[in-house]
């Protein structure tokens, strides 16, 4: 049963443009939402995340929206650069199971030059 | 600062035997975290430690476990290899807890294949 998921295994996008990686859940009991990246040979890296109580957070070229009445996730990056090309994971947590983080299986992002 | 540190790197197994894998944290960092990583899979939660304590747990088997020493470096072991244990494990700290509330730091992983 997975509680999230990235529907999109790999993303390809022109450089400058806008990426926009997405992510959906099950559980409406979640009310804390991460982005990580990770490069191959890697551990993730800390991109943005998002309470609940918010629908919008910014942070530079990173913006991650959230609809919960779609129970929807999303990742904007603008413009997209080279250094953009990575696995991208939405993780999401709960205060009902101890913020234990619950993870999707990632989205792979090419940003074609 | 020096990052999340992991070792061994690489580790060959053959089924039935043992592993420990260990995780030193970020210096300051009394939030340990450790995370199984399969292909094509996210990463799925295995312990969280506190203070040499385990706060959390994921829905692994008995044959996982972990500790954490008092100088918040941390230990997992697998007992009794089966070849599905063949992954990368992860581990990660932050400075307060839950994990996953706050920022993780990640370390390079362990990737351990069982044969």
């Known amino acids: 049963d997975q509680q999230v998921k990235q529907n999109s295994p790999s993303l390809s996008v022109q450089e400058g443009r806008i990426s926009i990686l997405n992510c959906d859940y099950t559980?409406?009991?979640?009310?804390?939402f991460l982005w990580y990246k990770k490069y191959p040979a890697e551990g993730p890296t800390f991109l943005i995340s998002?309470?609940?109580i918010k629908d919008k957070n910014e942070d530079g070229r990173f913006t991650v929206f959230l609809n919960k009445s779609a129970k929807h996730l999303s990742l904007h990056i603008v413009p997209s650069q080279p250094g953009d090309s990575a696995v991208y994971f939405c993780a999401a947590s709960a205060s009902d199971s101890n913020y234990q983080l619950i993870w999707g299986a990632g989205t792979k992002l090419i940003i074609k030059p | 600062k020096a990052g999340v540190t992991q070792t061994p790197r690489y580790l060959i197994k053959t089924r039935g035997q043992q592993v420990t894998l260990s995780c030193s944290p970020i210096?300051?960092?009394?939030?340990v975290s450790w995370y199984q990583q399969t292909p094509g899979q996210g990463l799925q939660f295995l312990f969280e430690?506190?203070?040499?304590?385990?706060?959390n747990k994921g829905n692994f088997p008995g044959r996982f476990s972990g500790r954490q020493f008092s100088n918040s470096r941390s230990e997992m072991n697998v007992s009794t290899l089966e070849l599905g244990d063949s992954a990368l494990y992860l581990c990660?700290?932050?400075?307060?807890?839950?994990?996953?509330?706050?920022?993780?730091?990640f370390g390079p992983g362990t990737r351990l294949t069982v044969l």
């Open positions: 210096s300051g960092h009394r939030s």
């Open positions: 559980n409406s009991m979640f009310d804390y």
């Open positions: 430690y506190f203070s040499e304590t385990q706060r």
């Open positions: 998002i309470s609940s």
């Open positions: 990660a700290s932050s400075f307060r807890r839950p994990a996953g509330y706050n920022e993780q730091f």
